[in-house]
Nanobody, 121 residues
Framework: QVQLVESGGGLVQAGGSLRLSCAAS????????MTWFRQAPGQERELVAS????????EYADSVKGRFTISRDNAKTTVYLQMNALKPEDTAVYFC??????????????WGRGTQVTVSS
């Protein structure tokens, strides 16, 4: 059974920092590209940052470039999102997604339940 469990969310003042973690189990983590999404109330879910299976390439939404950093530790089967210089508009539920290739070369997508990040002004 695949599980993605996010942690590290909370309430922080504008300008502060948080580090989110997403621990994966039930998958071969090194076969999974990992992505952080977020969804604010009344908004669509949006991509925040993604990282390739080997961790050699990353991608960021324009709104977080220079402030957020995605990383992964394949030995710990965990992906991280370091968020600095937080703004009130970063307030959202942050979700972890794994896009995993299986032995049939099919790609399966898995989601965590999310962690709330609230940035006060």
């Amino acid at each position: 059974q695949v599980q993605l469990v996010e942690s590290g969310g909370g309430l922080v003042q504008a300008g502060g920092s948080l580090r989110l973690s997403c621990a994966a189990s039930g998958v071969i983590f090194s076969n999974c590209a990992m992505t952080w999404f977020r969804q604010a109330p009344g908004q669509e879910r949006e991509l925040v940052a993604s990282i390739t299976r080997a961790g050699d390439m990353t991608e960021y939404a324009d709104s977080v470039k220079g402030r957020f950093t995605i990383s992964r530790d394949n030995a710990k089967t965990t992906v991280y999102l370091q968020m600095n210089a937080l703004k009130p508009e970063d307030t959202a539920v942050y979700f972890c997604n794994a896009l995993c290739r299986n032995w049939l070369n099919n790609y399966l997508s898995y989601w965590g339940r999310g962690t709330q990040v609230t940035v006060s002004s």
